[in-house]
């Protein structure tokens, strides 16, 4: 069963950092793109980072991008996103979401529960 | 970045057809992906490619495309279809990966 936990949310100050986690299991990671999606509260869905299976293709949204550095190790199957400078507008609950290719076409087959982080003092 | 537009909400009645709609240029060149969210849950994909339904979703559940507009169908809708949905495909403006809708709240009366 592919399962994707995520954790290491909480609540940090404005200008603070936090380390988001996502272990992965059920599946063979390292053959698998991986994206972080948020949702801020009573928002929609905001893509925020990709990262390819090997790691060596890298995107942000405009919204992170020069903040928030997105990695995975393929030996411990797991998935990071490393928040910094973190703003309000960045609170949101996080997800991690696999990408699935069929023909042509590519999708989130499968998310995490997503962790909360809260930016506030 | 490229833009998906979707009206922010939708009734049906119990039993009843409901189309939702996805808009945006992107979905000249991409299929878009469907995700049903329920209060305090995570999405859960409900369609993709042209029509394609992950195991365990209901067959009241197609997708379709035409131009610029991706349709989501319930065909019979149930009162657990009540939830918000989400379109999202590739971005076609090459800035990014991938774009999603605002979000549908369908409600079902």
């Known amino acids: 069963e592919v399962q994707l936990v995520e954790s290491g949310g909480g609540l940090v100050q404005p200008g603070g950092s936090l380390r988001l986690s996502c272990a992965a299991s059920?599946?063979?990671?390292?053959?698998?793109?991986m994206n972080w999606v948020r949702q801020a509260p009573g928002k929609g869905l905001e893509w925020v980072s990709y990262?390819?299976?090997?790691?060596?293709?890298?995107y942000y949204a405009d919204s992170v991008k020069g903040r928030f550095t997105i990695s995975r190790d393929n030996a411990k199957n797991s998935l990071y996103l490393q928040m910094n400078s973190l703003r309000a507008e960045d609170t949101a609950v996080y997800y991690c979401a696999r990408v699935r290719q069929v023909g042509a076409t590519t999708f989130f087959d499968y998310w995490g529960q997503g962790t909360l982080v809260t930016v506030s003092s | 970045s490229s833009e998906l537009t979707q009206d922010p909400a939708v009734s049906v009645a119990l039993g009843q057809t409901v189309r939702i709609t996805c808009q945006g240029d992107?979905?000249?060149?991409?299929?878009a992906s469907w995700y049903q969210q329920k209060p305090g849950q995570a999405p859960v994909l409900v369609i993709y490619g042209k029509n394609n339904r992950p195991s365990g979703i209901p067959d009241r559940f197609s997708g379709s495309s035409s131009g610029n507009t991706a349709s989501l169908t319930i065909t019979g809708a149930q009162a657990e279809d009540e939830a918000d949905y989400y379109c999202?495909?590739?971005?076609?403006?090459?800035?990014?990966?991938?774009?999603f809708g605002g979000g549908t709240k369908l409600t079902v009366l």
């Open positions: 999202n495909s590739r971005d076609s403006s090459g800035n990014h990966p991938w774009v």
């Open positions: 059920g599946f063979t990671f390292s053959s698998y793109e």
């Open positions: 992107s979905l000249r060149s991409y299929y």
């Open positions: 990262i390819s299976s090997s790691g060596s293709t890298i």
